[in-house]
Nanobody
Framework: QVQLVESGGGLVQAGGSLRLSCAAS?????????????MGWFRQAPGKEREFVAA????????YYADSVKGRFTISRDNAKNAVYLQMNSLKPEDTAVYYC???????????????????WGRGTQVAVSS
C-alpha cells in the first residue's frame, strides 16, 4: 500500500507563503509505484466539504488548479524522491484548512476533480492563515 505523509503546514500571516510536501512510500497491491500515479492536493476547512486544490499528472507535464488558487499555488513533483509539493504564495485567510495529499491511477484532462477520483490519501497537514 502506498503511504503518503504530508508536512510543511503551519501558521502564517496573510500574504505569506508556505511549501507543503508529501512523501510517498510503498507500492499498491498492483505493484505500481509513486511515479506512475497522478497526484493531487485537496483541502478541508471546518464545516466544509473537502475540495480540490491542485493536481499533477504522473510525469509532471500537466498541472491543474482550482480557480481559487490559480496564480498563487504551484504543484510540482520529484519522482526520484517520491515526493509532491505545493508551493502556496499570497496566502489568504480563506486558505485556512487541513491540506491532504492524494494519489489517483489516472485523471482525465477536465481539470475538475473530486475526492472520489483519488484512491489513496495522506492524513493531512494544518494550514492556518491569519488576517
Amino acid at each position: 500500500q502506498v503511504q503518503l505523509v504530508e508536512s510543511g503546514g503551519g501558521l502564517v500571516q496573510a500574504g505569506g507563503s508556505l511549501r507543503l510536501s508529501c512523501a510517498a512510500s510503498g507500492r499498491t497491491s498492483s505493484g505500481r509505484t509513486f511515479s506512475s500515479y497522478a497526484m493531487g492536493w485537496f483541502r478541508q476547512a471546518p464545516g466544509k466539504e473537502r475540495e480540490f486544490v491542485a493536481a499533477i499528472n504522473w510525469s509532471g507535464g500537466h498541472t491543474y488548479y482550482a480557480d481559487s488558487v490559480k496564480g498563487r499555488f504551484t504543484i510540482s513533483r520529484d519522482n526520484a524522491k517520491n515526493a509532491v509539493y505545493l508551493q502556496m504564495n499570497s496566502l489568504k485567510p480563506e486558505d485556512t484548512a487541513v491540506y491532504y495529499c492524494a494519489g489517483a491511477s489516472s485523471l482525465d484532462y477536465s481539470g475538475r476533480y473530486y475526492p472520489a477520483d483519488f484512491s489513496f490519501w495522506g492524513r493531512g497537514t494544518q494550514v492556518a492563515v491569519s488576517s
